[in-house]
């Protein structure tokens, strides 16, 4: 019963929630405003009503505890990384199609254990083998043209890069931070960033638009809470497998019926699939890293 517990609340449910959410956006963007505005301005928005949300909703019951901070800069490097994410895939898109990009930009969970081995927190054998196999698969099912990922492959790279800083120091900053305290930090330098460049991108919004951006804003407030949640449970080794949720549901999507029927693309998916569910059977059994909330 313990263990099935552990399995069900345990570090891998809020990191594969986290990836769900993340894929929920993503539709939602493409599916209403992708072609209207700009990745920079959405991004700009959505962290601005980030910060509002968190100062309206939270800051007073809060006494806005979640603006003291101990490492104000590490706060405002982190909130950097994040940044170029969406801006390194939004460059990536002029330049190729999602299916060159992907394989390129999920190599993050790869650079995840690269940097917390570099950080002194060795991965098991087991999480390099798993990780590796499953940037294979994600290759395999999506089959990027070499052209293709030859244009795209310094900004998806550099998004990967970011992601993978974001998650490694949201472990790091997790063991003395607030969990409030990341989540407003990485609005704050994210927003100001972004500002400095507004001239560059800004354009007019629509009412509908702001409506988008503001459940845009909320669908990332969450998976952002949802994967400090999961990082002051288990190191990010344990729980990069977990990340490749995303891409295989991003797949099963986007995906035309008569590729179901290509073995070699059923398989990847098998594989991608099975190497999320070991880091979910594994992951329970990481130490966790103090909790501290507000």
Do not use: K
Not at 38 to 57: D, E, K, N, S
Not at 203 to 222: D, E, F, T, Y
Not at 259 to 266: E, G, P, T
């Amino acid at each position: 019963m313990t263990r099935l517990r552990e399995l069900l609340i345990g570090p891998p449910a809020p990191a594969a929630l986290a990836m769900v959410m993340w894929l929920t956006a993503e539709i939602v963007f493409s599916r209403t405003i992708g072609d209207e505005i700009p990745i920079p301005q959405v991004t700009w928005l959505r962290y601005g009503f980030h910060l509002a949300l968190m100062c309206l909703v939270l800051g007073i019951p809060c006494r806005f505890s979640f603006v003291r901070t101990s490492r104000p800069w590490l706060q405002l490097g982190r909130s950097l990384l994040i940044v170029t994410m969406p801006l390194g895939l939004g460059l990536a898109i002029e330049r190729a199609s999602w299916d060159d990009i992907v394989p390129i930009f999920w190599t993050a969970p790869l650079l995840v254990l690269i940097m917390t081995s570099l950080a002194g927190d060795r991965p098991s054998p087991l999480s390099w083998i798993v990780v590796l196999i499953a940037v294979l698969a994600v290759v395999v099912m999506n089959r990027p043209s070499l052209r293709g990922m030859a244009g795209a492959a310094l900004p998806s790279f550099a998004a990967a890069v970011g992601f993978a800083g974001y998650f490694v120091l949201t472990r790091v900053l997790g063991r003395t931070e607030p969990l409030l305290t990341n989540l407003f930090y990485t609005g704050l330098g994210a927003f100001i960033a972004l500002s400095i460049l507004l001239p560059t991108f800004w354009g007019p919004v629509s009412a509908r638009q702001l409506v988008v951006v503001v459940i845009l804003a909320i669908l990332g407030w969450i998976t952002l809470w949802l994967i400090e949640r999961s990082l002051r449970q288990a190191s990010p080794a344990r729980l990069a497998p977990v990340l490749f949720l995303q891409p295989l549901l991003d797949s099963a999507i986007r995906v035309t019926r008569p590729s179901f029927a290509d073995l070699r693309y059923l398989v990847a998916v098998l594989v991608v699939l099975a190497v999320v569910s070991a880091a979910w059977w594994l992951s329970p059994r990481s130490s966790p890293a103090p909790e501290t909330v507000v």
